[in-house]
């Protein structure tokens, strides 16, 4: 199976920056499509941001256009969530998840149950 860590969370200020890392392990992260989802305390887990295999198709959810931004590298097999202009509601532990590529060149911004492996969880805490 894939194995997903993710880092780069912590504490930052309200319109602070922080960039998340997805770093996979086992298989070569070319082959597969990656998510990033958040869950904040009493609410469902909600899809951030996803990028596809290729990196040609991305995602946004509409609460972080132009201010997160996904990329990937696959020489670090690595893929990267910018997140800038923070503000306290994007409080949450972020999730990153991954699905094989399939035909299409497609990733799920928004459907969890589409994603087959997981990270842990990188808590993101945005306070003053």
């Known amino acids: 199976q894939l194995q997903l860590v993710e880092s780069g969370g912590g504490l930052v200020q309200p319109g602070g920056s922080l960039r998340l890392s997805c770093a996979a392990s086992?298989?070569?992260?070319?082959?597969?499509?990656i998510g990033w989802f958040r869950q904040a305390p009493g609410k469902e887990r909600e899809g951030v941001s996803c990028?596809?295999?290729?990196?040609?198709?991305?995602n946004y959810a509409d609460s972080v256009k132009g201010r997160f931004s996904i990329s990937r590298d696959n020489a670090k097999n690595t893929v990267y969530l910018q997140m800038n202009s923070l503000e306290p509601e994007n409080t949450a532990i972020y999730y990153c998840a991954g699905r094989a590529a399939g035909v299409y060149d497609y990733c799920s911004g928004n459907t969890a149950s589409w994603y087959l492996d997981w990270g842990q969880g990188t808590q993101v805490t945005v306070s003053s």
């Open positions: 990028i596809s295999s290729t990196g040609g198709f991305t």
């Open positions: 086992g298989f070569t992260l070319d082959y597969y499509a």
